[in-house]
């Protein structure tokens, strides 16, 4: 349980770490009349919709681009007649 709440207060972390330094988020401080200090906090809905979006769409692009790669490297095929060596196992021992 420990371990599933200190992945969860890092994913809450990095999120906002990215949202910050992507734009997502502005932080306002001043200093009222009476003294006080007062912070406000601004989120810009649109850009964090837009950036997930985006993001989502590349991943997705990349997972398609995984299932459609060819499983051998056409580049890397054997010359014409060569065979492949086949596996040997170990011979017997004491002979």
């Known amino acids: 349980m420990r371990n599933l709440l200190a992945l969860l207060g890092l994913i ?6 990215v949202g ?7 932080f306002n ?6 003294g006080k200090t ?12 837009t950036d997930l979006q985006e993001g989502v769409n590349k991943a997705g692009e990349t997972i398609d681009k995984l299932k459609t790669k060819p ?6 095929q ?3 007649g060569v065979q492949p060596p086949a596996a ?6 004491g002979k």
């Open 12 to 17: 809450i972390v990095v999120f906002f770490t």
């Open 20 to 26: 910050y330094f992507r734009g997502w988020y502005t």
């Open 29 to 34: 401080m001043s200093t009222g009349t009476d």
């Open 38 to 49: 007062n912070v406000n906090i601004g989120v810009d809905r649109n850009k964090v919709g």
């Open 71 to 76: 499983t051998t490297d056409p580049q890397v």
């Open 78 to 80: 054997p010359a014409a």
């Open 88 to 93: 040997s196992l170990p011979g017997p021992i």
